[in-house]
Structures are given as structure tokens and as C-alpha cells.
């Protein structure tokens, strides 16, 4: 698949909510190196990475921030994946909270939130955009 083709099928791109001040398009890691249905960590500028791999789902990739504020550990990509009420979310394995996979919010706090990050396939590569520094 050319840049181009993928850069205008949403079905590959899943996007953070306001993609303004991301760095360009880096190259992740290999969609093999994914476990279909969970997730796996990354460490990209030094930041943890949650990435989760639904092949079932549009988009089917996701990643949000490895760190779950709550129970203060480095956790979320072995929590487990679901959905509730029609939104995809994982679930964190110290304390259970649920956090959207669309844009990191946690569903039992209002006042949480983990960093969501612009994510794609490309061929048979994930692609990532990180925030650039301020």
C-alpha cells in the first residue's frame, strides 16, 4: 500500500484528538511483533506506549500511554481488552478502571486521562506520531 492510499483510508489511521504539534510519521514496529486482541508496551522519545492490535475492528490498531495514574505503575498494555457500551477500552490490571482506547479517558473518572497517540498501519508496519516537545 503507497503513503498516499494510506494517508486517505481512515480504516488504518486511528488519530489522537487534535494532531496538531505531533511529529511526522515514525515506524513503530512490525505488525507481526503484535499479539491480535492484547496489547504490548513500546518505548518511543522515552515514553511508555500501550499499543493494542484489534485486527476485528476500525481501526485496528491503538495507542495510548502505558501509564496508569491510578495504580501509579507502568501497566495498561496488560490489561485486558473489551468494550462497553460500544466503546473499546482496556481494562487496568491493579485497580480495574476502564480507559477509552479512542482518546485514553477513564470511564470510572472523569478527571483521568492517559495520552492517546495518532497510530496507523502502513503495509506491514505500525506507525506512530508523538507529541513534539513545547
Known amino acids: 500500500m503507497n503513503a498516499e492510499a494510506a494517508d486517505s483510508n481512515p480504516e488504518v489511521t486511528a488519530t489522537a484528538e487534535g494532531t496538531a504539534g505531533v511529529t511526522p510519521w515514525r515506524d513503530l514496529c512490525s505488525v507481526a511483533d503484535l499479539t491480535p486482541g492484547a496489547g504490548v508496551a ?9 499499543l493494542f492490535f484489534l485486527p476485528e475492528e476500525q481501526p485496528p490498531v491503538y495507542a495510548i500511554g502505558n501509564y496508569d495514574p491510578i495504580g501509579d505503575a507502568h501497566v495498561l498494555s496488560r490489561g485486558v481488552v473489551g468494550d462497553i457500551k460500544a466503546q473499546l477500552v482496556v481494562a487496568s490490571p491493579l485497580y480495574k478502571q476502564h ?6 479517558q477513564c470511564l470510572e473518572q472523569d478527571d483521568v486521562r492517559v495520552p492517546s497517540y495518532p497510530v496507523r498501519i502502513q503495509g506491514d508496519r505500525v506507525e506512530i506520531q508523538m507529541p513534539t516537545a513545547p
Do not use: K
Not at 42 to 50: N, R
Not at 99 to 104: A, E, P, V, Y
Open 42 to 50: 513500546a518505548l518511543v522519545d522515552g515514553e511508555q506506549i500501550a
Open 99 to 104: 480507559f477509552r482506547l479512542s482518546d485514553g
